[in-house]
Protein backbone atom coordinates (compact mmCIF):
# COMPACT_ATOMS: atom_id res chain seq x y z
CA UNK A 1 0.00 0.00 0.00
CA UNK A 2 1.40 3.49 -0.85
CA UNK A 3 2.76 5.56 2.26
CA UNK A 4 0.04 8.26 1.17
CA UNK A 5 -3.28 6.28 2.13
CA UNK A 6 -6.23 7.38 0.03
CA UNK A 7 -8.06 4.37 1.03
CA UNK A 8 -12.16 4.80 1.18
CA UNK A 9 -12.61 6.17 -2.13
CA UNK A 10 -14.23 4.36 -5.46
CA UNK A 11 -13.09 5.25 -8.72
CA UNK A 12 -15.79 7.15 -9.86
CA UNK A 13 -15.87 10.24 -11.80
CA UNK A 14 -17.84 12.72 -9.47
CA UNK A 15 -15.55 11.90 -6.37
CA UNK A 16 -12.02 12.51 -8.79
CA UNK A 17 -12.33 16.42 -7.55
CA UNK A 18 -12.81 14.88 -3.90
CA UNK A 19 -10.19 12.44 -3.88
CA UNK A 20 -7.64 15.45 -5.27
CA UNK A 21 -7.99 17.31 -2.53
CA UNK A 22 -7.61 14.66 -0.13
CA UNK A 23 -4.39 14.10 -1.53
CA UNK A 24 -3.36 17.41 -1.48
CA UNK A 25 -4.45 17.73 2.02
CA UNK A 26 -2.25 14.68 2.87
CA UNK A 27 0.56 16.09 0.87
CA UNK A 28 0.67 19.19 2.63
CA UNK A 29 0.49 17.47 6.36
CA UNK A 30 3.45 15.37 5.13
CA UNK A 31 5.33 18.23 4.03
CA UNK A 32 4.83 20.44 6.78
CA UNK A 33 6.24 17.64 9.12
CA UNK A 34 9.28 16.88 6.89
CA UNK A 35 10.25 20.81 7.42
CA UNK A 36 9.63 20.44 11.03
CA UNK A 37 12.25 17.78 10.73
CA UNK A 38 9.75 15.49 12.89
CA UNK A 39 11.78 11.95 14.40
CA UNK A 40 9.19 9.63 12.62
CA UNK A 41 8.87 11.35 9.52
CA UNK A 42 12.20 10.35 7.91
CA UNK A 43 10.29 7.83 5.72
CA UNK A 44 12.28 7.21 2.23
CA UNK A 45 9.01 5.84 0.78
CA UNK A 46 6.86 8.97 1.93
CA UNK A 47 9.15 11.08 0.30
CA UNK A 48 9.91 9.29 -2.76
CA UNK A 49 5.69 9.74 -3.36
CA UNK A 50 5.49 13.67 -2.76
CA UNK A 51 9.09 13.77 -5.12
CA UNK A 52 6.91 11.78 -7.68
CA UNK A 53 3.62 13.85 -7.38
CA UNK A 54 5.64 16.92 -7.88
CA UNK A 55 7.38 15.23 -10.83
CA UNK A 56 4.19 14.68 -12.08
CA UNK A 57 2.47 17.97 -12.03
CA UNK A 58 5.48 19.60 -12.98
CA UNK A 59 6.26 21.37 -9.98
CA UNK A 60 10.17 21.21 -10.18
CA UNK A 61 10.84 24.04 -7.45
CA UNK A 62 9.09 21.28 -5.05
CA UNK A 63 10.33 18.57 -6.22
CA UNK A 64 13.63 19.74 -6.46
CA UNK A 65 13.64 20.61 -2.24
CA UNK A 66 12.48 16.92 -1.34
CA UNK A 67 14.66 15.03 -3.67
CA UNK A 68 17.28 16.79 -1.81
CA UNK A 69 16.14 15.55 1.43
CA UNK A 70 15.75 12.04 -0.43
CA UNK A 71 19.82 12.01 -1.57
CA UNK A 72 20.55 13.34 2.51
CA UNK A 73 18.84 9.92 3.58
CA UNK A 74 19.89 7.64 0.75
CA UNK A 75 22.65 9.18 -1.10
CA UNK A 76 23.79 6.34 -3.42
CA UNK A 77 20.39 6.18 -5.03
CA UNK A 78 21.39 6.53 -8.80
CA UNK A 79 17.65 6.31 -9.81
CA UNK A 80 17.19 9.61 -7.43
CA UNK A 81 20.42 11.15 -8.21
CA UNK A 82 18.83 10.86 -11.86
CA UNK A 83 15.12 11.96 -10.65
CA UNK A 84 17.41 15.05 -9.51
CA UNK A 85 18.52 15.24 -12.33
CA UNK A 86 15.77 15.30 -14.51
CA UNK A 87 13.98 17.94 -11.99
CA UNK A 88 17.35 20.60 -12.62
CA UNK A 89 16.72 19.76 -17.25
CA UNK A 90 13.24 20.74 -16.04
CA UNK A 91 14.42 23.95 -14.18
CA UNK A 92 17.23 24.26 -17.36
CA UNK A 93 19.98 24.07 -14.84
CA UNK A 94 21.24 21.56 -17.52
CA UNK A 95 25.18 22.08 -16.34
CA UNK A 96 23.96 21.17 -12.53
CA UNK A 97 21.48 18.34 -14.07
CA UNK A 98 24.85 16.68 -16.38
CA UNK A 99 26.43 16.99 -12.95
CA UNK A 100 23.41 14.31 -10.97
CA UNK A 101 23.41 12.25 -13.94
CA UNK A 102 27.24 11.54 -13.87
CA UNK A 103 26.92 10.83 -10.04
CA UNK A 104 24.28 8.45 -11.02
CA UNK A 105 26.10 6.73 -13.72
CA UNK A 106 29.15 6.35 -11.40
CA UNK A 107 27.04 3.77 -9.18
CA UNK A 108 25.35 2.38 -12.55
CA UNK A 109 27.18 3.02 -15.33
CA UNK A 110 25.22 0.65 -17.89
CA UNK A 111 21.95 2.13 -16.62
CA UNK A 112 20.23 2.89 -20.59
CA UNK A 113 17.86 5.31 -19.36
CA UNK A 114 20.11 6.85 -17.44
CA UNK A 115 22.54 7.53 -20.45
CA UNK A 116 19.41 9.05 -22.57
CA UNK A 117 18.35 11.42 -20.02
CA UNK A 118 22.21 12.44 -19.90
CA UNK A 119 22.17 12.69 -23.90
CA UNK A 120 19.00 14.77 -24.09
CA UNK A 121 20.58 17.49 -21.33
CA UNK A 122 23.45 17.63 -24.07
CA UNK A 123 21.51 18.23 -26.37
CA UNK A 124 19.76 20.93 -24.93
CA UNK A 125 22.99 22.70 -24.45
CA UNK A 126 23.97 22.09 -27.76
CA UNK A 127 26.64 19.18 -27.54
CA UNK A 128 25.59 17.46 -30.09
CA UNK A 129 28.45 15.08 -30.57
CA UNK A 130 28.19 14.09 -26.73
CA UNK A 131 24.50 13.76 -27.07
CA UNK A 132 24.57 11.10 -29.70
CA UNK A 133 27.38 9.27 -28.01
CA UNK A 134 25.30 8.93 -24.88
CA UNK A 135 22.64 7.63 -27.15
CA UNK A 136 24.88 4.91 -28.76
CA UNK A 137 26.14 3.92 -25.45
CA UNK A 138 22.50 3.25 -24.19
CA UNK A 139 22.28 1.07 -27.59
CA UNK A 140 25.43 -0.60 -26.79
CA UNK A 141 23.96 -1.82 -23.96
CA UNK A 142 20.05 -2.48 -25.38
CA UNK A 143 20.46 -2.62 -29.03
CA UNK A 144 16.99 -3.16 -28.90
CA UNK A 145 15.87 0.42 -26.95
CA UNK A 146 13.20 2.07 -29.30
CA UNK A 147 13.78 5.61 -27.08
CA UNK A 148 17.61 5.81 -27.24
CA UNK A 149 17.35 5.34 -31.31
CA UNK A 150 14.68 8.09 -31.30
CA UNK A 151 16.50 10.55 -29.75
CA UNK A 152 19.63 10.20 -31.33
CA UNK A 153 17.10 11.09 -34.38
CA UNK A 154 15.78 14.19 -32.84
CA UNK A 155 19.22 15.31 -32.13
CA UNK A 156 20.53 14.53 -35.26
CA UNK A 157 17.59 16.54 -36.71
CA UNK A 158 18.17 19.39 -34.46
CA UNK A 159 22.05 19.54 -35.80
CA UNK A 160 20.04 19.61 -39.78
CA UNK A 161 21.16 16.41 -40.61
CA UNK A 162 18.13 15.51 -41.77
CA UNK A 163 19.01 12.84 -44.09
CA UNK A 164 20.21 11.10 -41.54
CA UNK A 165 17.48 11.49 -39.28
CA UNK A 166 15.06 9.95 -41.97
CA UNK A 167 16.64 6.93 -41.89
CA UNK A 168 16.43 6.64 -38.36
CA UNK A 169 13.01 7.18 -37.83
CA UNK A 170 12.39 4.95 -41.05
CA UNK A 171 13.79 1.92 -39.41
CA UNK A 172 12.26 2.86 -35.80
CA UNK A 173 8.89 3.02 -37.86
CA UNK A 174 9.57 -0.56 -39.69
CA UNK A 175 9.20 -1.91 -36.11
CA UNK A 176 6.56 0.01 -34.73
CA UNK A 177 4.30 1.47 -37.30
CA UNK A 178 2.37 3.37 -34.37
CA UNK A 179 5.33 5.50 -33.50
CA UNK A 180 3.41 8.34 -33.75
CA UNK A 181 6.12 10.66 -32.68
CA UNK A 182 8.42 8.94 -34.79
CA UNK A 183 5.80 9.71 -38.00
CA UNK A 184 6.06 13.47 -36.29
CA UNK A 185 9.46 14.25 -36.74
CA UNK A 186 9.86 12.25 -40.14
CA UNK A 187 7.48 14.96 -41.35
CA UNK A 188 9.41 17.99 -39.70
CA UNK A 189 12.70 16.36 -41.68
CA UNK A 190 10.97 16.29 -44.63
CA UNK A 191 9.79 19.40 -45.06
CA UNK A 192 13.19 20.72 -43.96
CA UNK A 193 14.24 18.90 -46.97
CA UNK A 194 11.76 20.50 -49.29
CA UNK A 195 9.43 17.23 -50.13
CA UNK A 196 6.32 18.53 -49.47
CA UNK A 197 4.46 15.34 -50.42
CA UNK A 198 6.13 13.08 -48.25
CA UNK A 199 6.07 15.34 -45.50
CA UNK A 200 2.26 15.91 -45.78
CA UNK A 201 2.05 11.66 -45.68
CA UNK A 202 3.70 11.55 -42.58
CA UNK A 203 1.38 14.07 -40.65
CA UNK A 204 -1.48 12.30 -41.95
CA UNK A 205 0.49 9.12 -40.48
CA UNK A 206 0.72 10.95 -37.41
CA UNK A 207 -2.78 12.75 -37.02
CA UNK A 208 -4.28 9.41 -37.87
CA UNK A 209 -2.50 8.21 -34.16
CA UNK A 210 -3.04 11.39 -32.51
CA UNK A 211 -5.61 13.58 -33.96
CA UNK A 212 -5.77 16.10 -31.23
CA UNK A 213 -2.45 16.76 -31.53
CA UNK A 214 -2.61 20.90 -32.88
CA UNK A 215 1.40 20.91 -33.91
CA UNK A 216 0.56 18.67 -36.35
CA UNK A 217 -2.58 19.93 -37.69
CA UNK A 218 0.05 23.76 -38.30
CA UNK A 219 2.60 21.88 -39.56
CA UNK A 220 0.87 20.08 -42.29
CA UNK A 221 -1.38 23.34 -43.03
CA UNK A 222 2.49 24.97 -43.68
CA UNK A 223 2.89 22.00 -45.89
CA UNK A 224 -0.04 22.87 -47.76
CA UNK A 225 0.69 26.17 -48.39
CA UNK A 226 4.26 24.70 -49.71
CA UNK A 227 1.95 22.34 -52.22
CA UNK A 228 0.27 26.05 -53.42
CA UNK A 229 -3.24 24.63 -51.68
CA UNK A 230 -3.82 27.56 -49.87
CA UNK A 231 -7.47 26.19 -49.42
CA UNK A 232 -6.98 22.91 -47.75
CA UNK A 233 -4.20 24.50 -45.70
CA UNK A 234 -6.64 26.79 -44.40
CA UNK A 235 -8.25 24.30 -42.88
CA UNK A 236 -5.74 22.58 -41.42
CA UNK A 237 -4.97 25.80 -39.55
CA UNK A 238 -8.75 25.75 -38.38
CA UNK A 239 -8.33 22.30 -37.50
CA UNK A 240 -5.11 23.44 -35.02
CA UNK A 241 -7.22 26.21 -33.75
CA UNK A 242 -10.39 23.89 -32.83
CA UNK A 243 -7.74 22.43 -30.52
CA UNK A 244 -6.19 25.49 -29.48
CA UNK A 245 -7.67 28.83 -30.10
CA UNK A 246 -4.78 30.72 -28.71
CA UNK A 247 -2.00 29.22 -30.76
CA UNK A 248 -0.49 32.69 -32.15
CA UNK A 249 1.49 31.05 -35.55
CA UNK A 250 -1.98 29.25 -36.94
CA UNK A 251 -3.87 32.60 -36.66
CA UNK A 252 -0.84 34.42 -38.41
CA UNK A 253 0.01 31.83 -41.29
CA UNK A 254 -3.93 31.23 -41.57
CA UNK A 255 -4.29 35.41 -42.09
CA UNK A 256 -1.52 34.51 -44.65
CA UNK A 257 -3.15 32.39 -46.96
CA UNK A 258 -6.18 34.36 -46.94
CA UNK A 259 -4.25 37.41 -47.75
CA UNK A 260 -2.66 35.69 -50.82
CA UNK A 261 -6.10 34.54 -51.93
CA UNK A 262 -6.96 37.96 -51.56
CA UNK A 263 -9.37 37.67 -48.74
CA UNK A 264 -8.06 40.76 -46.92
CA UNK A 265 -11.08 41.29 -44.52
CA UNK A 266 -10.70 38.01 -43.32
CA UNK A 267 -6.69 38.31 -42.90
CA UNK A 268 -7.00 41.48 -41.25
CA UNK A 269 -9.01 39.51 -38.38
CA UNK A 270 -6.70 36.63 -38.25
CA UNK A 271 -3.94 38.71 -37.76
CA UNK A 272 -5.61 40.94 -34.86
CA UNK A 273 -6.06 37.57 -33.12
CA UNK A 274 -2.35 37.00 -33.70
CA UNK A 275 -1.93 40.75 -32.00
CA UNK A 276 -4.25 39.53 -29.15
CA UNK A 277 -1.98 37.09 -28.07
CA UNK A 278 1.04 38.50 -29.29
CA UNK A 279 1.15 41.93 -29.45
CA UNK A 280 4.69 42.75 -30.00
CA UNK A 281 4.58 40.60 -33.32
CA UNK A 282 6.31 42.51 -35.75
CA UNK A 283 5.60 40.35 -39.01
CA UNK A 284 2.26 40.07 -37.65
CA UNK A 285 2.04 44.20 -37.26
CA UNK A 286 3.79 44.22 -40.82
CA UNK A 287 1.29 41.91 -42.73
CA UNK A 288 -1.57 43.66 -41.30
CA UNK A 289 -0.12 47.07 -42.60
CA UNK A 290 0.25 45.14 -46.02
CA UNK A 291 -3.27 44.01 -45.89
CA UNK A 292 -4.70 47.64 -44.82
CA UNK A 293 -2.53 48.92 -47.85
CA UNK A 294 -4.01 46.51 -50.11
CA UNK A 295 -6.96 47.53 -49.78
CA UNK A 296 -6.26 51.65 -49.56
CA UNK A 297 -6.74 52.28 -46.18
CA UNK A 298 -3.30 53.60 -46.09
CA UNK A 299 -3.66 55.62 -43.11
CA UNK A 300 -4.64 52.43 -41.32
CA UNK A 301 -2.28 51.09 -42.85
CA UNK A 302 0.53 53.91 -41.94
CA UNK A 303 -0.34 53.17 -37.98
CA UNK A 304 0.21 49.27 -38.52
CA UNK A 305 4.06 49.88 -39.88
CA UNK A 306 4.46 52.37 -37.40
CA UNK A 307 3.84 49.36 -34.41
CA UNK A 308 6.13 47.15 -36.08
CA UNK A 309 8.88 49.87 -36.17
CA UNK A 310 8.13 50.93 -32.33
CA UNK A 311 8.96 46.90 -31.49
CA UNK A 312 11.62 46.38 -33.98
CA UNK A 313 12.94 49.95 -35.65
CA UNK A 314 15.50 48.42 -37.86
CA UNK A 315 12.67 45.92 -40.01
CA UNK A 316 13.27 47.93 -43.10
CA UNK A 317 10.39 46.16 -44.73
CA UNK A 318 8.03 48.12 -42.27
CA UNK A 319 10.12 50.96 -43.53
CA UNK A 320 9.22 50.26 -46.86
CA UNK A 321 6.03 50.01 -46.09
CA UNK A 322 5.12 52.94 -44.60
CA UNK A 323 6.85 54.92 -46.72
CA UNK A 324 5.08 53.56 -49.94
CA UNK A 325 1.49 54.61 -47.94
CA UNK A 326 3.12 57.78 -47.64
CA UNK A 327 3.71 58.24 -51.01
CA UNK A 328 0.26 56.89 -52.31
CA UNK A 329 -0.49 59.78 -49.81
CA UNK A 330 1.18 62.42 -51.57
CA UNK A 331 3.25 62.92 -48.27
CA UNK A 332 6.34 62.77 -50.28
CA UNK A 333 8.63 64.20 -47.80
CA UNK A 334 7.83 61.51 -45.56
CA UNK A 335 8.38 59.09 -48.02
CA UNK A 336 11.13 59.73 -48.81
CA UNK A 337 12.88 59.92 -45.01
CA UNK A 338 11.37 56.31 -44.87
CA UNK A 339 13.28 55.41 -48.11
CA UNK A 340 16.00 56.48 -46.93
CA UNK A 341 15.83 55.19 -43.67
CA UNK A 342 14.95 51.61 -44.67
CA UNK A 343 17.86 51.86 -47.21
CA UNK A 344 20.69 52.59 -44.50
CA UNK A 345 19.51 49.32 -43.32
CA UNK A 346 19.59 47.14 -46.00
CA UNK A 347 20.89 48.91 -49.02
CA UNK A 348 20.99 45.78 -51.60
CA UNK A 349 16.50 46.25 -51.95
CA UNK A 350 16.29 46.82 -55.73
CA UNK A 351 12.36 47.26 -55.06
CA UNK A 352 13.05 49.67 -52.11
CA UNK A 353 16.01 51.75 -55.12
CA UNK A 354 13.30 51.31 -57.64
CA UNK A 355 10.15 52.89 -55.05
CA UNK A 356 13.17 55.72 -54.35
CA UNK A 357 13.63 56.31 -58.01
CA UNK A 358 9.71 57.21 -59.13
CA UNK A 359 9.23 59.38 -55.81
CA UNK A 360 12.59 61.51 -56.73
CA UNK A 361 11.10 61.73 -60.39
CA UNK A 362 7.80 62.40 -59.50
CA UNK A 363 8.83 65.48 -56.99
CA UNK A 364 11.02 66.58 -60.17
CA UNK A 365 14.25 65.68 -58.81
CA UNK A 366 14.72 64.01 -61.89
CA UNK A 367 18.52 63.52 -61.98
CA UNK A 368 18.75 62.55 -58.36
CA UNK A 369 16.95 59.64 -59.32
CA UNK A 370 18.84 58.45 -62.05
CA UNK A 371 21.07 56.92 -59.71
CA UNK A 372 18.60 55.36 -57.96
CA UNK A 373 17.48 53.57 -61.30
CA UNK A 374 20.79 52.85 -62.12
CA UNK A 375 21.15 51.35 -58.48
CA UNK A 376 18.31 49.11 -59.43
CA UNK A 377 19.55 47.85 -62.57
CA UNK A 378 22.77 46.80 -60.76
CA UNK A 379 20.85 44.78 -58.33
CA UNK A 380 18.82 43.33 -61.20
CA UNK A 381 20.88 43.56 -64.42
CA UNK A 382 18.27 41.70 -65.61
CA UNK A 383 15.08 44.18 -65.03
CA UNK A 384 13.88 45.44 -68.43
CA UNK A 385 11.96 47.91 -66.72
CA UNK A 386 14.43 49.31 -64.46
CA UNK A 387 16.76 49.55 -68.08
CA UNK A 388 13.42 51.58 -70.27
CA UNK A 389 12.92 54.18 -66.96
CA UNK A 390 16.96 54.59 -66.25
CA UNK A 391 16.88 55.15 -70.54
CA UNK A 392 14.06 57.44 -70.31
CA UNK A 393 15.25 59.64 -67.58
CA UNK A 394 18.56 59.57 -69.37
CA UNK A 395 16.82 60.27 -72.88
CA UNK A 396 14.85 63.29 -70.95
CA UNK A 397 18.48 64.84 -69.06
CA UNK A 398 19.89 64.93 -72.89
CA UNK A 399 22.31 61.94 -72.23
CA UNK A 400 21.50 60.25 -75.61
CA UNK A 401 24.15 57.58 -76.17
CA UNK A 402 23.51 56.53 -72.75
CA UNK A 403 19.91 56.33 -73.18
CA UNK A 404 20.45 54.00 -76.40
CA UNK A 405 22.84 51.76 -74.21
CA UNK A 406 20.22 51.24 -71.71
CA UNK A 407 17.32 50.53 -74.35
CA UNK A 408 19.77 48.22 -76.26
CA UNK A 409 20.33 46.45 -72.36
CA UNK A 410 16.40 46.72 -71.69
CA UNK A 411 15.79 44.97 -75.13
CA UNK A 412 18.26 42.06 -74.31
CA UNK A 413 16.87 41.64 -71.24
CA UNK A 414 13.32 41.26 -72.59
CA UNK A 415 12.85 40.91 -76.51
CA UNK A 416 9.33 40.61 -76.08
CA UNK A 417 8.46 44.38 -74.74
CA UNK A 418 6.76 46.53 -77.17
CA UNK A 419 8.07 49.17 -75.02
CA UNK A 420 11.80 48.93 -75.32
CA UNK A 421 11.78 48.90 -78.68
CA UNK A 422 9.30 51.45 -79.01
CA UNK A 423 11.99 54.20 -76.94
CA UNK A 424 15.41 52.63 -78.90
CA UNK A 425 13.42 53.71 -82.15
CA UNK A 426 12.33 57.58 -81.06
CA UNK A 427 16.32 57.46 -79.53
CA UNK A 428 18.00 56.49 -82.79
CA UNK A 429 15.23 58.88 -84.69
CA UNK A 430 16.76 61.44 -82.79
CA UNK A 431 20.42 60.31 -83.56
CA UNK A 432 19.28 60.43 -87.14
CA UNK A 433 19.36 56.63 -87.54
CA UNK A 434 16.21 56.28 -89.19
CA UNK A 435 16.58 53.02 -90.87
CA UNK A 436 17.75 51.38 -87.98
CA UNK A 437 14.58 53.26 -85.59
CA UNK A 438 12.34 51.43 -88.68
CA UNK A 439 13.75 47.97 -87.63
CA UNK A 440 12.65 48.43 -84.16
CA UNK A 441 10.44 50.10 -84.48
CA UNK A 442 9.09 47.26 -86.50
CA UNK A 443 9.72 44.90 -83.91
CA UNK A 444 7.67 47.46 -81.46
CA UNK A 445 4.68 47.29 -83.89
CA UNK A 446 4.58 43.20 -84.28
CA UNK A 447 4.41 43.14 -80.17
CA UNK A 448 2.14 45.54 -79.76
CA UNK A 449 0.19 47.39 -82.53
CA UNK A 450 -0.99 50.06 -80.72
CA UNK A 451 2.35 51.17 -80.48
CA UNK A 452 1.61 52.16 -84.36
CA UNK A 453 -0.99 55.40 -83.63
CA UNK A 454 1.26 55.83 -80.92
CA UNK A 455 3.74 56.48 -83.25
CA UNK A 456 2.05 58.52 -85.34
CA UNK A 457 0.76 60.90 -82.91
CA UNK A 458 4.53 61.47 -81.44
CA UNK A 459 6.05 61.82 -84.97
CA UNK A 460 3.39 63.18 -87.49
CA UNK A 461 5.50 63.65 -89.85
CA UNK A 462 6.86 60.27 -90.21
CA UNK A 463 4.24 59.29 -92.88
CA UNK A 464 6.04 61.08 -95.35
CA UNK A 465 9.59 59.95 -95.05
CA UNK A 466 10.91 57.05 -97.26
CA UNK A 467 12.06 54.76 -94.24
CA UNK A 468 8.82 55.32 -92.30
CA UNK A 469 6.73 54.99 -94.90
CA UNK A 470 6.11 51.23 -96.07
CA UNK A 471 5.90 50.76 -92.39
CA UNK A 472 3.32 53.33 -91.29
CA UNK A 473 0.95 51.87 -94.50
CA UNK A 474 -2.73 50.58 -93.78
Known amino acids: MSILDFGGFDDEPEDEERRRERFEEELKRFQDMLKDRAPDITNVEALEEIVAYYLDHEKYEEALHFINQLLSLIPYSAENWQRKGIILSNLFKYDSALEC ?32 TCFEQALSVDPSNEEALFNKGVTLEKAGRYEESVQIFKFILEGT ?34 PYNYNAWYNRGIVLNRMLQPHRAIESYDMALAIHGDFAAAWYNKGNALANLGRLHDAIACYRETLRLEPKDVPAWHNLGNAYEELGEFESAVKCFTEALKFDPNHYESCFGRGSCYDSLDQHRRALTDYNRALSICRDYPELWYAKADLLYNMGRVRESLLSYRMVTKLEPDNYEAWLDYGETLLELGYTKQALKAFDRSVDANPYAADSYYSRAKVLILMNRLYEAAESLKSSFQLDPAKRSEFEQDFPGAKGMKEFRSLLRR
Open 101 to 132: YDRALEINPVDPELLINKGITLDDLGRTTEAI
Open 177 to 210: PSHKDAWYEMGYCYDYLEKPEESFRCYEEHLRLD
